[in-house]
């Protein structure tokens, strides 16, 4: 019985190890073929100057109050 557990704890760790070496190699594959294409680079066209639209502020004279309202009461529920 104990080496029908050894052989099951060492294919767990077989298997263990070449899927994580498989995604590994994967991503370094992937990776490596993205750095290996350069980046393409079209000529753009020069974007023609715009003239600057003109800014308009509003502005209001602060009016100032003569007589102001009772304060409102807050009640909270119990």
Do not use: N, W
Not at 1 to 19: H, K, R, S, W
Not at 20 to 26: Q, R, S
């Amino acid at each position: 019985m104990a080496i029908g557990i050894l052989y099951l704890f060492l294919t767990f760790v077989i298997c263990f190890i070449l899927v994580h070496l498989v995604k590994l190699a994967y991503l370094g594959l992937k990776s490596v073929r993205k750095k290996s294409e350069p980046p393409k680079e079209e000529p753009k066209p020069e974007p023609k100057p715009k003239k600057p639209e003109p800014v308009y502020y509003i502005v209001e004279k602060k009016r100032a109050k003569k007589s102001y309202s009772a304060p409102k009461e807050i009640q909270f529920k119990d």
